[in-house]
């Protein structure tokens, strides 16, 4: 059910599926030996299967007045463990879309909201009255971009407009959760979409707001051309199974600010590093504030930011010590996206294109015993 379902009819292929039964979680967990029950907000069970886990939930009813239901002053939905009909089930999902059944007794669809219909249309459909749907929980916005992009629906009028009024709820969503959502938004394989209708919908200020800030005020063309770069290529990536992690896309969305004001405070390039250190550290610490980005990610941004100014030095020892860095091959794929839009010498990217191939990045882990400490300046510890 839910997304599985959905994305077969699409004839895509389904990220997993999801299994819905009249079972309660005590009574799937006693079935499967292998199995065990997780979440709080909603208790959900897990069962192992090898190396794949099925995560099997019970028909939910959304009921307000039920104890097994808490409900925040804004009208978010805390808790909700009520269980119930299957009707009742299709009926809390978010998008109609979201809301269809396989049954797996006669192979047919069950479809209770309109689904299917509006699968026809290629559109989203909030379920009920979109102002209620986005108050009991405000990710769903950012859901609806999402699937706009990934399916290419549209999102359909009463759903679209009302994100305009409530986008400002997602305040209130623990940044832990906004940093689960940026990087299934980002991490989607279609970035390049997503970064578009966070714009169109004015979502971006509450997910990156510095450069929601830098695009109201200066939006400059190579600097939006290298978003737009450096969001194809992640994509690329994603579609042809490579990794990117979030310390990259992080790095990506905040160089428009970091440049800019390293460049104001310091304008001489040769003490740049530490400019972009002492920058990249306070608008660290406010984006973090917004959405929680775990140490080693907001970390490997910082230090991809700090490295750009070394691409620099072709001479002596340099080098050879910046190719050690862990964050080199990163700092190197950022480096290139910079060089692709006319922000760096192309000169010097050939030079770093060569010069790496000829001393054959190694293995990291083999790299990680690196004889000499790594060096930084000591204006910016911590
Ligand atoms: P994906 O392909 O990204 O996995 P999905 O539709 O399966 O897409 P999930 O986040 O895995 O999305 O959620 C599974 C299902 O649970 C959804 O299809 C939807 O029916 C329901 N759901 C998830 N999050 C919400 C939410 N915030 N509000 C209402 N229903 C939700
Ligand atoms: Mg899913």
């Not at 090898?50 to 805390?78: M, N, Y």
């Not at 808790?79 to 089930?89: K, P, S, Y």
């Not at 700092?331 to 054959?360: K, N």
Request: aromatic share 10%.
């Amino acid at each position: 059910m839910g997304g599985g379902v959905r994305d077969l009819l699409l004839k895509m292929q389904p990220k997993d599926f999801d299994v819905a039964t009249d079972a309660t979680p005590e009574e799937v967990r006693a079935l499967f030996k292998n199995s065990r029950i997780i979440g709080r907000r909603f208790r959900l069970v897990h069962i192992r299967f090898g190396r794949d886990i099925i995560e099997v939930a019970t028909f939910r009813a959304h009921d307000e007045d039920s104890p097994k239901t808490e409900l925040d002053r804004h009208g978010r939905i805390l808790r909700d463990n009520t269980f119930g009909e299957i009707e009742e089930d299709a009926m809390r999902r978010d998008f109609t879309v979201n809301a269809l059944y396989y049954d797996i007794h006669d192979y047919s669809v069950l479809d209770y909201v309109g689904g299917l219909k509006d699968i026809e249309a290629r559109q989203l459909r909030l379920i009920g009255d979109a102002a209620t749907r986005y108050q009991e929980d405000p990710v769903r916005m950012l859901r609806a971009v999402r699937f706009a992009a990934k399916l290419d629906f549209s999102i359909e009028a009463s759903a679209a407009s009302a994100i305009y009024e409530y986008g400002h709820l997602l305040a209130v969503i623990p940044p832990a959760r906004m940093f689960d959502e940026m990087i299934k938004l980002f991490h989607s394989g279609k970035a390049v979409r997503v970064f578009e209708l966070l714009r169109e919908y004015q979502l971006l200020k509450h997910l990156v707001p510095a450069l929601d800030e830098w695009l109201q005020e200066n939006p400059n063309e190579s600097m939006l051309d290298f978003i737009d770069q450096a969001l194809v290529n992640t994509d690329d990536r994603v579609n042809t199974g490579q990794s990117v992690s979030p310390g990259f896309i992080f790095a990506i969305l905040l160089w428009p600010v970091v440049q800019q004001q390293a460049t104001r405070m310091q304008p001489d390039r040769q003490k740049m590093i530490g400019a972009l250190a002492q920058v990249g550290e306070t608008v660290m610490k406010r984006q973090v504030r917004h959405v929680s980005i775990p140490r080693r990610f907001s970390q490997m941004a910082r230090d991809i930011w700090t490295s750009q100014p070394r691409f620099h030095r072709t001479q002596g020892k340099q080098p050879l010590r910046l190719l050690a860095y862990p964050v080199f091959r990163a700092a190197y794929d950022f480096m290139c996206i910079q060089a692709m839009v006319g922000l760096f010498p192309h000169r010097l990217s050939h030079w770093w294109t060569d010069f790496q191939s000829q001393h054959e990045v190694v293995a990291e882990p083999v790299r990680k015993k690196s004889p000499r400490p790594r060096r930084r300046p000591r204006r910016n510890a911590g």
